[in-house]
C-alpha cells in the first residue's frame, strides 16, 4: 500500500475498475459536461489504480455520468430549486443504493430522507457503516439485505414440513395403509 501524507481514499479496486471510472470521466467530457477537477491518476502514483477525485458539473439528466453506477471517487454536481425538483431528481433513477441529505433544516432533512427511493440515506453525515443496521438498495441496487438481524435472512433456507397424521380421509387425500 504506498502512503501519502493527508491522504484518505486509497485506489479503486482493479484495473477494470480503473479502466471503467476514467472512461466516465472521459465520456462526460465528450457529452458536454465540465471536469472542474480530477478523473485521472495523480502524477506522483506510478503502480496502483488510484484515480484522482472528480467534480463534475453541467450534468445533465440524460448523460451517462448521471444515469449510471460509477463506483468511483466522482461527483456530479447539479442545481435544483425546489425541494419537489431536488427530490425527482434523485429519484430520476433505475438505482437506490443510498443518498445523502445534508441541512440544517431537521424538519426538511426528515421529509427528504423519506421520500427518497433508496435503501440507505444519511443525514448530514456521509458512509456511515454500522454492522447492526440494514445494508442494501432499492431498485437496481441490490437484492435483500446484508449486516444485523435483516442480513440473516440472506443465508437462510426456510423449509416448511407439514405431516398429516389422522387415519380419515383429508379432502381429495386418503393417508397411507399403516404398515
Known amino acids: 500500500m504506498i502512503k501519502m501524507e493527508g491522504c484518505r481514499l486509497g485506489p479503486v479496486v482493479s484495473k477494470g475498475q480503473y479502466e471503467r471510472v476514467v472512461k466516465f470521466v472521459s465520456n462526460a467530457r465528450k457529452e458536454g459536461a465540465t471536469v472542474l477537477c480530477g478523473g485521472a491518476r495523480p502524477g506522483h502514483f506510478k503502480k496502483g489504480y488510484f484515480v484522482e477525485p472528480a467534480i463534475i458539473s453541467n450534468v445533465t439528466t440524460s448523460m451517462e ?90 443465508y437462510l433456507s426456510v423449509k416448511q414440513v407439514t405431516q398429516y397424521i389422522s387415519d380419515e380421509p383429508w379432502g381429495w387425500y386418503k393417508p397411507p395403509s399403516k404398515l
Open 65 to 154: 455520468i448521471w444515469r449510471d453506477e460509477v463506483f468511483g471517487p466522482v461527483l456530479c454536481v447539479k442545481t435544483f430549486s425546489t425541494e419537489d425538483e431536488a427530490i425527482q431528481l434523485a429519484n430520476d433513477s433505475q438505482y437506490g443504493l443510498a443518498g445523502v441529505v445534508l441541512s440544517n433544516d431537521l424538519e426538511r432533512c426528515d421529509r427528504v430522507s423519506k421520500a427518497f427511493e433508496a435503501g440507505i440515506v444519511w443525514v448530514n453525515c456521509s458512509q456511515p457503516c454500522f454492522c447492526q443496521a440494514p445494508w442494501g438498495g432499492t431498485k437496481r441496487s441490490g437484492f435483500g439485505r446484508e449486516l444485523g438481524e435483516w442480513g440473516l435472512g440472506n
